[in-house]
T-cell receptor
Framework: GAGVSQTPSNKVTEKGKYVELRCDPISGHTALYWYRQSLGQGPEFLIYFQGTGAADDSGLPNDRFFAVRPEGSVSTLKIQRTERGDSAVYLC???????????????FGEGSWLTVV | AQKVTQAQTEISVVEKEDVTLDCVYETRDTTYYLFWYKQPPSGELVFLIRRNSFDEQNEISGRYSWNFQKSTSSFNFTITASQVVDSAVYFCALSEAQNQGGKLIFGQGTELSVKP
């Protein structure tokens, strides 16, 4: 597709369960980002991939959160032992060939709305 | 510390009014980038503009204009002759050059409601 694609668009899960959220970036974009947006707040950075490797995971809140991008394209955000506080919209974004200091524009998907009950 | 503040939580205007959304930022970096994104009810963040810290020229794109002032650390966004389709949440964001990959720091957003 032309834009960043995220699945599922909505996910309701029970507290304590495991969840996977998938992101398919814009074709050719080497950088991929995950953000989390709580109701009434701006998006908060979670993790950034350059190619297959996580170049910056400083935003992951704790070790229940993990993300992979094994082939440098599609990425999966994994949340273990979900808690009610994990309920939010998880936004994926991609950017072409970012370099440090380049200020590349980041393009976002529509997000995956996660509700933990 | 890096921070973006959008003091206006909600703004309501009547169609055809002009409206300005305020954004104030904090950074210690001398090279940085500022962005505005629009988030309609569908949820997708739509890129509107990017400015670098060395370019203080104001920019106009149709009904949209941006006023960047380093002296006051502000990057305000004005919509002229607002329309109902402008209703959305608008986010200002900062990217510091020292951060590899250019991750964005967002403000809390301003919800704009344009009534017919």
């Amino acid at each position: 597709g032309a834009g960043v694609s995220q699945t599922p668009s909505n996910k309701v899960t029970e507290k304590g369960k495991y969840v996977e959220l998938r992101c398919d970036p814009i074709s050719g974009h080497t950088a991929l980002y995950w953000y989390r947006q709580s109701l009434g707040q701006g998006p908060e950075f979670l993790i950034y991939f350059q190619g297959t490797g996580a170049a910056d995971d400083s935003g992951l809140p704790n070790d229940r959160f993990f993300a992979v991008r094994p082939e440098g394209s599609v990425s999966t955000l994994k949340i273990q032992r979900t808690e009610r506080g994990d309920s939010a919209v998880y936004l994926c974004a991609s950017s072409p060939h970012p370099r440090q200091g380049s200020g590349n524009t980041i393009y976002f998907g529509e997000g995956s709305w996660l509700t933990v009950v | 510390a890096q921070k973006v503040t959008q003091a206006q939580t909600e703004i309501s205007v009547v169609e055809k009014e002009d409206v300005t959304l305020d954004c104030v930022y904090e950074t210690r970096d001398t090279t940085y980038y500022l962005f505005w994104y629009k988030q309609p009810p569908s949820g997708e963040l739509v890129f509107l503009i990017r400015r670098n810290s060395f370019d203080e020229q104001n920019e106009i794109s149709g009904r949209y204009s941006w006023n960047f002032q380093k002296s006051t650390s502000s990057f305000n966004f004005t919509i002229t002759a607002s329309q109902v389709v402008d209703s959305a949440v608008y986010f200002c964001a900062l990217s510091e050059a020292q951060n590899q990959g250019g991750k964005l720091i967002f403000g809390q957003g301003t919800e704009l409601s344009v009534k017919p």
